[in-house]
């Protein structure tokens, strides 16, 4: 389960009409799903290459002046990479009908930027940036997907119908590494519980080797994974959608490693012995590319181990074990030093996600960060928080809380744990990618009242350039306002990170009402001093009348491992709900707030809280539940189960933590909002739910948007519900 603002990044980047609200400098719902509202945050588009140049393509200019540039830190000089005019008439000469007007970013590009490739019309497309020419790799009826560069940049490898391939540039050459592919077989490509709760949205299925000569790969067997169904309302006679899910307690897809020679098209199967396993989590190759790293989960989540798998033969060499006494957390920060003889490693074995460094064997050497603060992602991979290693010197770079919990920064330390040193300045939030020598980094910047900007540095922080400025003049111009960071005392004693947005025309001798805004997810915080598009609602909200509202309990903080502990085998239970009423009695008590009109709404996990605390306190006169879990039964295995454990091991916390036995006691006006095609969320969430409160003859309202999935995420969908919000808020509250 993600909070369902990822989705609405979305939209700031695909939609294109532009409405007459911006020339009125009108926050409305219909421009913020505009592309004139993504101009606020459009930055340039940008990838380090091998030589330490920057790939870039300006997305402030309109799409058909776009174009590919290459910026050098070293001499602080930009060129042209391509001919623009010329690549677009090379590509419109094997489309057809499908002309493109302008030059695209494409999914990647090779090390060196020499080539870039795409999916278009279901196949792949090649492009040469020095000939300014198109090449169509494949022209086939079945979907090409996972397209990625072979290290050397002489291949790529893909998957179609659940096989694995690779295509030799040089030798014109396609070659099908696994023949097994089917309905049920997946061959590099993941299942739907994979690529939405071990990967985080991404098709993570296969990797390959450093020297291009192998491909570790995921084979997935689907077959035990128990079916659920979606009707579609088209056409007379509804088609029935069909979704292996794994539900909380029952059988896992089976995956195992394959390591298949790019050459003589033969697998060579990972072979863990007599250690068992439920997940595979992690993949990584060791340098020399003879042997690739592994890491697997157990069923309960408690115990992650480390192995090393041999190329050549499959078999494994056990390195190391992380275990914790609720779940362990994945992280992608497991970092091969260039001595051969040491790697760094993150965990929370002391309460705090820390660095640390062990030798090749799983030997710990020390502890590198430390302190009642955590290593933490700014952005791009949610789980890697080392950004770069430079080895001559000696310096790791990676980010964390240690400023502030409601904040990124760039920092760097020996790995002795000596020096460490904050290269970021000023309150905000960085995100850091760093050249392949580590001697420059590219950092987006942000803050609550600032939209991002992108400039290039020096590895001890010194600014070379800026790239992208930030659009404050837009801001302005909408008349933005900006949300006071405070802290909320629970009553005993901890400090929940919280934020307000109060009207332009605030008056502290006036009582105002409050829309609370809630996700509630395990170290998934809604409180952050970063530009966030959620906030451009809470503008609409704030011009209203409104005060909005949002704070962490302490597990949903991120600050802590043992916050988050609080939670095993009661996820969604009074240990939040403690927390979230004394943030709401503490505002309720403010001189400014009308403690009778106080509302709450949330996404997902939000949308469980909105019900969890609708359901068991009559401090909410009117909420919103989208797409909310009522009960842990109905949710997949891997996220329902790492606090819960399964329902045969924790019967009594699955009971105590359902929803659906307090519907009955719903306090408050509610407005439940699901789409009939979540296959994350499943709508017999809301279909439970609604049969309980039908049992206990209370009155509700529901949205129901068809065949929409998680994030109802369509144009039409997203205006229609954000409006039909508002005026619920306004006649409810």
């Excluded at 700031?12 to 409305?28: G, P, R």
């Excluded at 991404?202 to 084979?219: C, E, M, R, T, V």
């Excluded at 302490?554 to 403690?578: C, D, H, M, P, Q």
Aim: hydrophobic share 40%; aromatic share 12%.
């Amino acid at each position: 389960m993600r909070t369902a603002f990822k989705t609405t990044t979305f939209f700031i980047l695909m939609c294109s009409t532009f409405l007459t609200a911006q020339e009125k400098n009108e926050i409305t719902v219909e421009w913020i799903y505009s592309s004139a509202s993504a101009k606020l945050t459009a930055v340039h588009r940008s990838t380090w290459l091998a030589d330490n140049t920057l790939m870039l393509s300006d997305r402030r200019k309109p799409a058909e002046e776009r174009t590919f540039e290459i910026y050098n830190p070293k001499n602080d000089k930009t060129s042209a990479a391509i001919d623009k005019e010329k690549a677009i008439a090379s590509l419109n000469t094997l489309l057809g009908e499908d002309k493109s007007e302008h030059l695209m970013w494409p999914l990647a590009f090779d090390a060196k930027g020499t080539q870039a490739l795409y999916l278009l019309q279901n196949d792949i497309f090649l492009l040469n940036l020095k000939k300014a020419a198109y090449r169509r790799i494949t022209k086939t009826a079945s979907e090409e997907k996972n397209v990625r560069f072979s290290p050397n940049g002489e291949m790529l490898a893909f998957v179609r119908d659940n096989d694995l391939y690779v295509f030799d540039f040089d030798k014109n050459k396609e070659t099908r590494l696994t023949q097994t592919g089917s309905e049920t077989i997946l061959n590099g490509t993941v299942s739907w519980v994979y690529w939405e709760e071990v990967f985080g949205r991404n098709d993570l299925g296969y990797w390959w080797s450093n020297d291009s000569k192998s491909i570790a790969y995921f084979q997935t067997d689907e077959s035990p994974v128990a079916i659920s169904h979606f009707v579609d309302f088209k056409p007379a006679v509804a088609n029935v959608i069909e979704q292996r899910y794994p539900k909380a307690g029952m059988a896992n897809p089976v995956v195992k490693l394959g390591i298949a020679d790019v050459q003589s098209a033969s697998t060579t199967w990972a072979d863990f012995g007599d250690f068992d396993y439920e997940y595979l989590v992690r993949v990584n190759w060791l340098p020399e590319s003879d042997r690739v790293s592994v890491q697997t989960l157990n069923r309960p989540q408690d115990e992650l181990n480390l192995f090393f798998i041999d190329r050549e033969t499959g078999k494994s060499t056990f390195v190391l074990q992380e275990t914790d006494e609720a779940w362990v957390n994945m992280t992608d920060d497991l970092t091969f030093l260039d001595d051969g003889k040491h790697f760094l490693w993150q965990s929370e074995r002391d309460g705090y996600a820390h660095l640390y460094k062990f030798t090749m064997d799983g030997t710990l050497v020390n502890q590198i960060t430390k302190g009642d603060w955590a290593v933490k992602a700014a952005g791009g991979d949610p789980r890697k928080t080392i950004a770069a290693v430079d080895a001559k010197n000696d310096w790791i770079y990676f980010s964390s809380l240690e400023k502030s919990s409601i904040e990124r920064h760039l920092y760097r330390i020996h790995s002795d744990g000596s020096d460490i040193e904050r290269l970021s300045k000023g309150d905000g939030t960085y995100i850091a990618n760093f050249s392949p020598n580590s001697q420059y980094y590219s950092a987006f910047f942000s803050n609550a009242s600032t939209p991002y900007n992108l400039v290039v540095h020096k590895n001890d922080g010194t600014k070379i350039k800026e790239i992208s400025t930030p659009n404050t003049a837009l801001a302005k111009s909408m008349n933005f306002h900006y949300p006071e960071f405070f802290e909320i005392p629970t009553k005993d004693g901890f400090m929940m990170p919280a934020e307000i947005l109060k009207p332009i025309d605030f008056d502290p001798s006036k009582k105002y009402p409050v829309i609370m805004n809630v996700y509630g997810g395990p170290s998934a915080p809604t409180v952050s001093n970063a530009w966030r598009f959620a906030r451009y609602y809470d503008q609409i909200l704030s011009n209203r009348g409104y005060l909005v509202v949002r704070f962490d309990h302490r597990a949903a903080a991120g600050i802590s491992k043992k916050y988050e502990n609080l939670l095993l085998k009661k996820f969604i239970s009074e240990v939040e709900l403690t927390d979230i009423k004394d943030g709401i009695k503490w505002l309720k008590a403010q001189p400014w707030v009308d403690g009778d009109r106080f509302g709450m709404w949330g996404w997902s996990g939000g949308g469980s809280f909105t019900l969890h605390t609708m359901t068991r306190t009559k401090e909410i006169k009117a909420g919103i539940a989208v797409a909310a879990v009522t009960d842990w039964h109905f949710y997949d295995t891997r996220w329902a189960e790492f606090a819960m454990k399964t329902p045969e091991d924790n019967p009594q916390g699955y009971k105590n933590t359902s929803i659906l036995r307090h519907a009955k006691n719903l306090h408050g006006k509610l407005l439940l909002v699901h789409g009939t095609y979540d296959d994350n969320v499943h709508p017999q969430n809301a279909w439970s739910f609604v049969e309980e409160l039908v049992q206990a003859q209370i009155q509700f309202d529901m949205m129901i948007y068809p065949m929409r999935k998680h994030g109802i995420a369509d144009r039409p969908a997203r205006i229609h519900l954000f409006n039909k919000m508002l005026n619920y808020w306004d006649e409810n509250l």
